[in-house]
């Protein structure tokens, strides 16, 4: 084996040992940011090694994992939902790496179950960030929060609520007779379909 792949596998695996650990330990202390930075750091490290050897598909996994954790960073609440999948996507890059030291190369596959998820909840905490600032920047229009991540083809409730509130009203419309009416029966909350979360307990 490649003295450099050897070097790379030891330094990964210890370094997944390390965020394995740390990971349990930020879901019981969420408010941690010592915690956060140290496994922000060595998933940051483990996806520029990747990069830098040519591994795209562990460099994959371990780039949106960085995303959800710098999430975290901007102030997106932790549950445990959100600790399992990255320790999911550890588990996964773990598998890759056995395979990688056997084959000495890196298995041909699709992450996508994993990553897709890792996308949507990264894109759920941006939208509640952004309904967080313009809380302090709107007028009396409430803003309301979805307390999960939004599911594709959904918007955040405060737009549903401000286009609800700009809908032209009886007034309006007798105003101007030539415009036609607006679609009637908005709703004030996006409609999900059910879905089913993942567990892990380790």
């Keep these: 084996m490649d003295e450099l792949l050897r070097e790379f596998l030891t330094e990964t695996n210890e370094s997944l040992d390390v965020i394995d650990v740390e990971l349990v330990r930020f879901e019981q202390d969420p408010n941690n940011a010592k915690i956060l930075d140290n496994i922000f750091r060595l998933v940051h490290t483990v996806k520029g090694t990747c990069g830098f050897l040519g ?10 994992a960085e995303t959800l954790m710098g999430r975290f960073r901007d102030g997106l609440a932790v549950t445990a939902e959100a600790v399992t999948l990255v320790l999911a996507t550890i588990d996964r890059i773990k598998e890759i790496l056995v395979e990688l030291e056997h084959g000495e190369r890196e298995p041909e596959g699709s ?3 994993l990553i897709d998820l890792l996308e949507r909840m990264a894109a759920g905490a941006a ?3 952004a309904i967080a600032i313009s809380r302090t920047t709107s007028g009396s229009l409430v803003y309301q929060v979805l307390e999960r991540p939004l599911r594709p083809g959904e918007v955040p409730l405060d737009e549903v609520e401000r286009a609800f509130r700009e809908t032209a009203g009886p007034a309006d419309f007798a105003a101007a007779a030539d415009t036609p009416p607006a679609l009637a ?3 004030r909350k996006p409609i999900a379909a059910a879905g089913s979360g993942r567990q892990r307990q380790r």
């Design 185 to 187: 029966g908005r709703g």
């Design 127 to 129: 939208a509640e960030s």
């Design 55 to 64: 591994l795209p598909r562990l460099q994959a996994l371990a780039h949106s």
């Design 111 to 113: 992450d996508r179950d």
